[in-house]
């Protein structure tokens, strides 16, 4: 890969900002200073200092955010703040081009994974793959066996076919744990609403391998993985 790329890739600055850092020698490319912009270089291997850090290239990047209410679940918005801009508030280290898998709306909360991984991002929402969502639901009123076996068999969402099967399990009180494996909009919520009930705070806690811990990753925060599939942050 060129090196400029390279540095833009990893965030270090934009082409022409990147140009005049080396041009400077600010940056050290495997140790050594006085690079040009156009050399060649080994993303796999090679090892960037600048400004005291070191950086090295990945060609995928995985994070979990537990995500907060109030901001929208898309890259950018010209209104509303979304996802990616508490991302990079947070992050502002992290590779340009990330984007959050799924969708969670404006006043859900919960685990969302942020990635460069087209193809993964793909697989995860591919409705065939059938990947587990399991969400943390506080209702108006508590549910009735018969609701939880509704929701277990499939209701009517308005769209022709049922939902496809579900697990409920009550958690007390006006709460449970929902595990669906579709990704309709609103899905959670209207599953609930067909049953005459309101949901009044929806939580992501698990998609797919992923596990939300709440004493590691409070709301609001983020934390990379090591490599998809990792349970551990
Ligand atoms: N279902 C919903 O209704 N909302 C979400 O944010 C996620 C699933």
Redesign the pocket.
């Known amino acids: 890969m060129r090196l400029d790329k390279l540095l833009v890739e990893l965030n270090i600055g934009t082409r022409s900002e990147v140009k005049a850092l080396l041009k400077k020698g600010l940056i050290l490319v495997d140790g050594n200073r006085g690079n040009k912009p156009e050399e060649k270089v080994d993303e796999n291997t090679v090892v960037i200092a600048y400004q005291g850090k070191e950086y090295r290239y990945k060609q995928f990047s995985y994070y979990i955010m537990n995500k907060p209410k109030g901001v929208i679940?898309a890259t950018e918005d010209g209104k509303e703040k979304t996802v990616m801009d508490v991302f990079y508030e947070q992050c502002s280290d992290a590779p340009r081009g990330l984007s959050p898998v799924g969708?969670?709306?404006k006043?859900?909360t919960g685990l969302l994974l942020i990635t460069n991984d087209g193809k993964l991002a793909h697989e995860l929402l591919s409705p065939k793959k059938h990947v587990d969502?399991t969400?943390f639901v506080t209702l108006d009123k508590e549910l009735e066996k018969s609701d939880i076996e509704a929701l277990e068999a499939g209701v009517s969402i308005g769209e022709g076919d049922l939902t496809a099967p579900a697990k409920v399990e009550y958690s007390g009180g006006k709460t449970c744990y929902i595990t669906?494996h579709e990704?309709?909009?609103?899905?959670?919520?209207?599953?609930f609403f067909a049953v005459g009930k309101e949901?009044l705070e929806?939580k992501?806690t698990a998609f797919g391998p992923l596990k939300l811990d709440e004493n590691k990753l409070p709301m609001g925060k983020i934390c990379e993985l090591s490599h998809f599939n990792s349970l551990k942050y």
Not at 183 to 191: A, E, L, N, T, W
């Open positions: 679940t969708r969670l709306d006043d859900t969502k969400y669906i990704g309709k909009f609103h899905q959670v919520k209207r599953m949901v929806l992501r």
